[in-house]
């Protein structure tokens, strides 16, 4: 399966680390996640957010996103090779501050509650973090990591690929249980009802690994 990673005049110069991870993303995290996010819900690799802006106004470009026809429902970093712990905990919460901007984008845009979440994944060599993002009934931000997982396309752990897959469609099916439903196309608007409680920043709190 080729990966189409779309090329950018914006793009900086790609050093040692970067082509590191490209080429990692290319044989080993593409192939996997794109033969699950091709129906009902997409994956875009290297894609700009829509909902993700500098201060200058640009849009912030994430390994990738998740999408469906309608709106953003979440994202992706990829991290590969020795990093240090404290850069690992930053980029998390570079993945929950996305995942927090993406989530108000679908609070403006939300029929019901139900899609009050967004969704994402953070990778690092073998290990895949999945995380949920979500503004609760208590009028408040949460950012928890629900499963560990472990990569099953790298030769030392082909075996893990029975059980990857069957956690990765149980996650897909609940990205899918959020989405907008175009059957409610009459009915109002529901973020007046929450905007004075959307926050500038996640409120974290502890990250607890729940079974699915």
Same mark, same amino acid.
């Given at each position: 399966?080729? #990966?189409?990673?779309?090329?950018? !005049?914006?793009?900086? &110069?790609? +050093?040692?680390? +970067? ?6 993303? /290319?044989?080993?995290? *593409?192939?996997?996640?794109?033969? @699950? ?12 957010? *829509? ?8 849009? !912030?470009?994430?390994?990738? #996103? #998740? ?6 429902? $979440?994202? $992706?970093? &990829?991290?590969?090779?020795? /990093?240090? *712990? ?6 998390? *919460?570079? #993945? ?7 989530? =108000?984008?679908? !609070? ?17 060599n073998s290990t895949i973090e999945i995380y949920t993002c979500e503004f609760t009934n208590n009028k408040e931000y949460?950012? &928890? ?9 790298l030769k030392t752990s082909y075996t893990a690929m029975e059980e990857a897959l069957e956690i990765m469609m149980s996650f897909k099916e609940m990205i899918i249980a959020s989405k907008h439903d175009e059957r409610?196309?009459? &009915?109002?608007? !529901?973020? =007046?009802?929450? @905007? ?5 920043? /996640? ?6 690994? =729940?079974?699915?």
């Open positions: 399966m080729l #990966l189409n990673i779309k090329q950018s !005049i914006e793009r900086p &110069v790609i +050093n040692k680390q +970067n082509k590191s991870e490209i080429d990692f993303i /290319v044989k080993n995290v *593409a192939p996997f996640l794109d033969s @699950i996010f091709n129906t009902k819900v997409y994956i875009e690799w290297e894609k700009a957010s *829509a909902t993700n802006t500098t201060s200058e106004g640009c849009n !912030i470009r994430t390994d990738f #996103l #998740l999408y469906d026809t309608y709106q953003e429902l $979440g994202c $992706g970093e &990829v991290k590969v090779g020795n /990093v240090c *712990a404290k850069l690992l905990d930053e980029d998390r *919460a570079r #993945l929950g501050e996305m995942l927090k901007k993406q989530l =108000h984008d679908r !609070i403006f845009h939300a029929k019901t509650q139900n899609e009050f979440k967004t969704f994402g994944f953070f990778i690092y949460v950012f &928890v990591l629900l499963r560990l997982i472990t990569l099953p396309t409610l196309s009459e &009915v109002p608007y !529901i973020y =007046h009802n929450y @905007i004075s409680f959307l926050k500038p920043t /996640v409120s974290m709190v502890e990250m607890s690994q =729940h079974d699915s």
